[in-house]
């Protein structure tokens, strides 16, 4: 019954064998791999972008501030949602590696609306040299709150940033879970929507760690390399990196995880919704619920092995009948017995 | 006959079975994993420290840069070796994490003299706010030409930085090729001949990717976890550097492997010493040769498949006679045969 | 007629003559000129602060943004007003300084309240080092809409920023138009009132172009005059801003010059008020009014020769009766026939 | 007998006069003046360079460190003279503003030669993305030392930086010094001469506190306006710093004053020259001097009135016969008589 995070989950034994098989011999270092050709081929396929700079990295936070970093000028401003990971959970680090500053956009159901967009865009109005100057927009898709943008939600964003003349930037860290539920192509729900530079997630999809930053404009590439090095991000022994990506990508295995993750996610939030004291947020949609719950109720599941975060209050402490919101995430190897469980401890 | 770098060879069969065992259900991320609980328990042992803070961090690079990011103010300048990999090859990580810039020592055989330190530390006077401020002292041990500075050379070094109340930062990169040559304990190598924080290498000593970032005093130790986010360096799925580390540590591994890397790359220079005409820049303590032949002779070695670095100057282009400096870099898992394989070859 | 800021208005001729009295002569550079020690114990004395670090810079955002720096660790977030100065007008100088962020607290009126301030440092929750950590506090007096806030209601805020250990800075370009108004001592709007570090404006009140840097915690001295000589802030012909800070201290003329100011800013409330079409938005209280009115009649002043900026639509263009605000500032050197003559434009 | 520095010196009447000149009403802020279109074109004309940015700035830190980050990339390395005011003297804020950090290139009296400068920039070989990129040189003229690079010699040194690719700046801080000695146009020892930008001193040579930052590839002009004022640079009240600079440059005062302290120096090194005890270290130029003396004849001199810095050991106690470095400094203001003091002094 741990539903704390997708990224406190195993990796999938067909990435650990991925490992195992690519620890033979010696390897050139530093992305000059073998199996670095075969994750760069791939990634273009699957993308259908042949021109695309792909590279690979340890974690989320630095795909986003990396690509942010090459995307934004140090006088610039980064639209995003309020909730954005890269606001909320990074530690500055996309402002230590952009020199930037981030401008919120509200969100409802953790998502930007273009007005919302427009209205923060045009905000920065101008005033020469003295305000931030606009900088890139980026879109978390699954939104942190597990919410998905359309297609046509996605494009009517980067239209209002294309006017301005500003790029986009997807944080991808749940990529796949969209992909699935939205049924499209890689393709259709980056580029082709008009987005520039992808954080494309593997490590809470079933990797054990490792990121791809697709660049769909490969003037961008050089400087991405020198950022990533600079800030230490640049894995001598990188074959392990390629090797996950390679194994996660092949056969479908990304989107096999993906599809389990989100099959719990709708299995958890069937029982939920016949359950009378625990209320959804938002619809879930991809690997994601936020839920009201007393915080008695909050506090019974804990203490009963239920392992999941409660967002805004301690479930120990406090008016029992207090409404505080629970989050929980599913991932590839969850069961469903395993949700069962956790609905039936609900229940009983 | 891969000679060009350490960090190229295999990870040791132990280290990634253990990533295979850590890979089990659920485990928390970011550092509290159970598995870093025994990491750094092994590690205050070995460096008999029990207040010591201990992070793990994916590189070497990232490993410097985070530590000196914590012991540096970004008025300072940071007193290294002209040769240093901080200075060199890390593309201004250094300066990126400190906001810091460096001084440069002048070495003989890739080592700082107390003399020359203490000219270049003196010579940062007193100019009130106007020059840059010093700040901690850098020695990398073992030294990016493969010599050690013994203990007493360290504890001569440290000590001069004390006399002007700077803190000194280890880069052990190849930390146990040192020890293993010295034959002295871990807290011998460092806080007992003054060395205030160690980055202790882990990657090019058949590790798949990891580091520890071992920090005397526990004062920075927070500020070091703030630092290592913002940078974009804490891992979500941290049980996997923690596995690695667990078992290079276990059973004396990373000693072996070590000695083994010690004792080829001794082999390597008998036989270069026998041989006419490469001359050996400096008696190679640890694992690395710096050695001098005419560019034919490189030319030769590398089109019999003999894999190395030649540091300044093109193999293929220019006068046979010019004498060009090669580099070779010897690690775990190579074998006697194989460095016969390459003494046959320049004998041939 | 010209109100579009106080910083386009003349310096007064007692500063300027200053100026010519400094220049005899040989002076020590860099802050040791004797003028300096004046300026020191004038402001000592003036804020009853004689521990007091008293340091001048050439303008608002340079003050701002080394104080700023000095207060605040990278990893932090800085909370101040959604109108804040720091944020909106610096072309992100405090970010540069700090490598920290902002997060913006709704206003009313120009001003944050004590719950919206508390609720924006609460939801900057322990997350522990995931989350941005919680920095300093910047409060504006004048804020940037004129409106002041009361001792108590400063003291509240300071309050509020002290309960979580955070330290408070304060925006004081207006410093003495709101010093005047609110007829308290210096020390009161201060230190008694909980502020740590202040900007406090000489140049949009009459100086040619000077501030100083009050530090009522003299340990943070030495880090801010580092900052401010990296920052390219320390003047070498340092007794031109300080003959410029000392005649503007000496016999009151600082509290004259904001007088004056505000009178004149009286004078064109009261005229605005008995006109039909225009409509303040706040009631004024030191020297900016902004006010709505048709497009046209923004327009027909500005044609008619009125300087000051329409904040939010180009007076030009658009809808006649569309409601524009404009900003009105007025300054020391404004006469009473002036503002006149802009009211009677006003009304015919 | 006030030999410190020129920056300790009074400003030319005429600039002072410009100043109260300049404080009649209203003037439009932050380089809109109209002041400031004189000295654009007054700055063209000099320069040959119809098509330069033209900027004002209040010091030679700033105009170096905002010009530098201009042209350089975080990745990269500025090559540099080792005694260069940019690496000694400025705590930092070129690493500050350019993110970069400085290649140092040994020098004789003060300057770089073309083959030094090679080497240095051919030892940052290409290691990919390894170690630094190979960023802009910057120049001092005159010299740090006193010295003068010959038009020849500046061709030299940006002709190598050329064969890199990497552009050129200028650190001008006592330009109008070297002009009058070379008696070449302002063209031929910047652009002529393949200089890309320059920071063109006025504050040690008779104005207040203004220097100009003259770009001649415009395009950088708008990069430089935005860092110019994220780094807090750019005055509101502009008028003043215009004001200077138009009256430094009519009617070539800014040349007669060069000269003026040019013909000083020349006298004091006669002086020197004819004295048995006092060594000069390098043939002066321009207006300083670097000259060798036992202390004990320093100590006579400091005691005597003499006001001038001792470079390397403490005049007051060691060894009387020891000899230590003194530096003489001339300015505008001096009198042939008051050298003649100091002469005298010398002498007695």
């Known amino acids: 019954m741990f539903f704390a995070s997708d990224n406190a989950g195993p990796a999938h034994p067909k990435v650990m064998e991925a490992l195992i098989a690519a620890n033979q011999g010696y390897a050139m270092g530093y992305g000059a791999d073998p199996i670095m050709d075969q994750v760069r081929s791939q990634i273009r396929d699957i993308f259908e972008a042949p021109e695309a700079a792909v590279y690979l990295i340890i974690n989320g936070t630095a795909a986003n501030s990396v690509l942010l970093g090459t995307m934004t000028q140090p006088w610039q401003t980064i639209f995003c949602a309020d909730c954005a990971h890269i606001h909320e959970d990074e530690c500055n680090a996309p402002e230590f590696y952009t020199q930037a500053k981030l401008t919120l956009v509200p969100t409802q159901d953790g998502k930007m609306s273009p007005d919302a967009l427009r209205s923060r865009i ?41 006017e301005y003349g500003l790029k986009t930037h997807m944080d991808g860290a749940r990529f796949a879970n969209a992909l699935v539920t939205l049924d499209c192509s890689p393709a259709e729900m980056t580029w082709k929507a008009g987005i520039d530079t992808l954080s494309f997630g593997g490590t809470k999809n079933g990797a054990m760690g490792v990121e791809a930053c697709v660049i769909f404009d490969p003037e961008l590439a050089w400087e991405f390399e020198l950022r990533r090095k600079r800030g230490g991000h640049l894995l001598s022994k990188h074959r ?27 299995q958890l939030a069937a029982g939920l919704r016949d359950h009378n004291t625990a209320q959804m947020l938002f619809a879930p949609q991809a690997n994601i619920i936020f839920f009201q719950m007393p915080r008695a109720e909050h506090k019974r599941m804990l203490d009963g092995g239920a392992v999941y975060y409660v967002m805004d ?24 017995k395993g949700v069962a469980q956790f609905l039936d401890l609900l229940r009983s």
Chains 1, 2, 3, 4 share one sequence.
């Open 122 to 162: 045009s905000g920065e109005e101008n005033r020469g040299v003295h305000g931030p100057q606009r900088g890139p927009l980026s879109i978390t898709q699954t939104s942190e709150k597990g919410t998905l943008y359309s297609l046509d939600e996605i494009g009517a964003l980067t239209a209002v940033a294309s």
């Open 313 to 336: 209050g301690n479930p120990e402490e406090g008016d029992p009948q207090e409404l505080l919101t629970g989050r929980l995430v599913t991932d590839w190897s969850m069961t469903e």
């Open 240 to 266: 392990f990196l390629s090797a996950q990506m390679q194994a996660y990508l092949a056969d479908g295995l990304w989107l096999d995880m993906a599809r389990a993750a989100n099959t719990r996610c709708t």
